[in-house]
C-alpha cells in the first residue's frame, strides 16, 4: 500500500508503435493543457532532485509557450486530508493519500499557478474527469483537444488521456514532460496511451508544433 520511493531512470521521448501515428496536430485554437497532479507529495517520492527538475523544465516550457499562445492551462490537484468516504476505494489502493500540511498540498515550485491565467482543479480520482467541470469547461471554451502532462503515467494521466478520449477530445500525451514509478510503467503507459487513444509525442515535438502556430 502506497507510493513506493522511485529511483531515477531515463525519461523515453517517444514510443515504438505497431500501428501508424495518429495523424493528428496541435491545434492552438483547439488545444488545452493538463497539469496532472504536480504536488509535492507526489514528486517527493523521487529520489533524485534532478529528475525532478527536468519534469518540471519540461512542463514549464510547455505551459509558457501556451501561455504565449493563449491556450488554458488546467492544473490537478488533489485535496488534503479526504475523508474515507471521500477517499472510497482509493483507502484501499493507497492508503489515507495527502495530510493538510499545506507544502505538500502544493503545486512544485517552478510550476506554481499563475493566477488569471491558470486555472486549479481539485479532484479525488483518478481521472481529471472524474467528478470535476473539467469536461464542461472545455466544451465551453471549445477546446477538443488536451495535452496531457505530470504524474503518474500509468495511473491518472492514462486514464485521463482515456476518457478525453472516449468524449472526443483528441489527446496529446507529452512523454518527457510525464513521470512514473519506473521506465517499465512508464513505458507501458505510453505503449497503451498510443495504441488506444492518443497521439504521444516528445516535448521538443510539441513546442516545434506550437512555434509553427505563431
Not at 493538510?100 to 483518478?126: F, N, S, T, W
Not at 470535476?132 to 495511473?155: F, N, P
Not at 513521470?179 to 504521444?200: E, G, I, P, T
Amino acid at each position: 500500500m502506497g507510493i513506493p520511493v522511485i529511483q531515477e531512470y531515463e525519461v523515453p521521448t517517444g514510443v515504438v508503435l505497431a500501428r501508424e501515428p495518429l495523424p493528428w496536430s496541435v491545434q492552438p485554437r483547439a488545444a488545452a493543457l493538463l497539469v496532472h497532479d504536480m504536488q509535492n507529495y507526489f514528486l517527493a517520492r523521487y529520489e533524485s532532485e534532478r529528475f525532478v527538475r527536468k519534469l518540471v523544465a519540461n512542463v514549464d516550457a510547455i505551459r509558457r509557450k501556451c501561455h504565449t499562445l493563449g491556450i488554458p492551462t488546467f492544473y490537478t490537484a488533489q485535496p488534503g486530508n479526504q475523508s474515507p468516504q471521500e477517499r472510497g476505494l482509493l483507502m484501499d489502493m493507497w492508503g489515507r493519500g495527502l495530510s493538510d500540511d499545506p507544502h505538500a498540498c502544493a503545486i512544485v515550485q517552478g510550476l506554481e499557478p499563475i493566477e488569471g491565467l491558470d486555472r486549479l482543479i481539485q479532484k479525488r480520482r483518478y481521472s481529471a474527469f472524474a467528478r470535476t467541470r473539467l469536461l464542461e469547461t472545455l466544451k465551453e471554451q471549445g477546446r477538443t483537444q488536451l495535452i496531457v502532462t505530470g504524474v503518474y503515467a500509468h495511473i491518472g494521466c492514462l486514464v485521463t488521456a482515456t476518457e478525453a478520449f472516449m468524449q472526443d477530445i483528441q489527446p496529446f500525451v507529452v512523454a518527457d514532460a510525464l513521470a512514473d514509478f519506473s521506465l517499465a510503467h512508464h513505458d507501458m503507459a505510453l505503449r497503451h496511451m498510443a495504441h488506444c487513444s492518443s497521439r504521444v509525442m516528445s516535448t521538443a515535438e510539441l513546442l516545434s508544433q506550437l512555434g509553427r502556430a505563431e
